[in-house]
Nanobody, 124 residues
Framework: QVQLVESGGGLVQAGGSLRLSCAASGRTFSMYTIGWFRQAPGKEREFVAA????????SYADSVKGRVTISRDNAKNTVYLQMNSLKPEDTAVYYC?????????????????WGQGSQVTVSS
């Protein structure tokens, strides 16, 4: 069993920054892909970024590329999502998810465990 807990969300003005954290427990964390997703009201959950177990491979959605950085500290069983130059359209609940595998995927169906989500609100 895996538990994922997100933190670091909040209210920020457009152009500001936030760093989300995803703390994991329950399995050998460093073996698995971690993804970040977001879901805005009335919209489907969408891919934001993903990192391989070692952190050596990353993938980003086009909508956040250049503004967002995913990283991980396997010694702390934690993955981070640094978000800069935030826009009102980034407002959503952000979820981290763990895939019991090593490949990076953008589709939610490939991920096996999910956190409870962290609200990010960007005001204009």
């Amino acid at each position: 069993q895996v538990q994922l807990v997100e933190s670091g969300g909040g209210l920020v003005q457009a152009g500001g920054s936030l760093r989300l954290s995803c703390a994991a427990s329950g399995r050998t964390f460093s073996m698995y892909t971690i993804g970040w997703f977001r879901q805005a009201p009335g919209k489907e959950r969408e891919f934001v970024a993903a990192t391989s177990g070692s952190g050596g491979s990353t993938s980003y959605a086009d909508s956040v590329k250049g503004r967002v950085t995913i990283s991980r500290d396997n010694a702390k069983n934690t993955v981070y999502l640094q978000m800069n130059s935030l826009k009102p359209e980034d407002t959503a609940v952000y979820y981290c998810a763990l895939r019991l595998g090593t490949m990076l995927y953008a589709a939610t169906t490939y991920y096996d465990y999910w956190g409870q989500g962290s609200q990010v609100t960007v005001s204009s």
